[in-house]
């Protein structure tokens, strides 16, 4: 939980940096040797440091998918974080879709009770998600090179948190080899591999916070990490959900509560952008305009 805030203040500290660091129009790592030079980026490539160490001892005491749920928390934080730095507050109705989102992750935590499986994957199952998860990233990246505004933002932000579920999931390899000495880390080939998913990451995480504002892409990378994580982990590391007979259908409505209000909080903030440059509300017909292409990707 500690790791979820710091990781939401950071989020919003980097969303800033990239909508500010220039008015060109910037590639990927174009953008990103630009945010080296800002002092902003700085703070949240701290604030992301720490929150990644916590990560990585909360990975060790539990499973992926316990500990990647509990991220989805990040946005509650981030919200308020932004609502101060931005002048725009958050709506009660944002409020209770944030209320909707944190009571359904703790029921995914308590009915679900995920359970730790392995700590390292075999290498056919890493090069079956390789063949699997390259070319559909790919085509996001792809896709946001076409698109623009909210739908660039919800791609890059798939490829930004699927990097950082990879990342997730490898931190448990990497924590179990280090036990053996600093020699057996430099010959895992996890070590490599997590290095540049957290490359890959932070590079179109601030292009994804670069492409339009932060609850456009935020609630993407919030819905997308812990479920290509969960995915990962009961896939890779063998982890388990212990939902016998009706709990299934519980937890099922959990997962769909979160999708549900996390898009619903992105539907907000992308309203408050329509209404901020009309210099007027938005009506019913701008705003499902403005909005479709990022409730049907999310």
Request: charged content about 10%; aromatic content about 8%.
């Amino acid at each position: 939980m500690v790791a979820a805030l710091i990781s939401g203040v950071g989020d919003v500290i980097r969303q800033r940096s990239a909508q500010e660091i220039t008015n060109e129009r910037v590639g990927h790592f174009e953008l990103f040797r630009l945010s080296l030079g800002d002092i902003r980026w700085w703070w949240g490539g701290l604030a992301a440091a720490a929150s990644f160490a916590l990560q990585a001892v909360a990975l060790v005491l539990g499973s992926v998918v316990l500990v990647q749920a509990l991220q989805v928390t990040a946005l509650l934080f981030a919200l308020p974080t932004n609502a101060r730095l931005t002048g725009h507050p958050v709506t009660r109705r944002e409020w209770l879709w944030a209320v909707l989102l944190a009571g359904a992750v703790a029921v995914f935590v308590i009915v679900g009770d995920p359970a730790a499986g392995y700590q390292r994957g075999a290498l056919t199952a890493w090069l079956i998600v390789a063949v699997v998860l390259g070319p559909a990233l790919a085509l996001c990246v792809l896709g946001a090179r076409v698109c623009s505004g909210p739908v660039a933002a919800v791609l890059l932000a798939v490829v930004s948190a699927s990097s950082w579920a990879l990342f997730a999931v490898l931190t448990k390899g990497v924590v179990e080899v280090f036990r053996d000495g600093p020699g057996a880390v430099l010959r895992a080939p996890e070590l490599y591999a997590w290095i540049f998913a957290a490359l890959v990451g932070t590079v179109f995480q601030q292009s994804a916070f670069r492409a339009s504002t932060l609850t456009a892409s935020l609630p993407a990378m919030t819905v997308a990490e812990p479920v290509v994580a969960s995915v990962l982990g009961v896939t890779v590391l063998g982890e388990t959900l212990d939902t016998p007979g009706p709990q299934a259908f519980i937890l099922v409505a959990a997962v769909i509560a979160v999708v549900i209000a996390t898009t619903a909080l992105a539907r907000g903030e992308a309203a408050t952008m329509t209404a901020d440059s009309d210099g007027q509300p938005a009506s019913d017909d701008q705003e499902r305009e403005l909005l479709a292409a990022t409730g049907a990707e999310l």
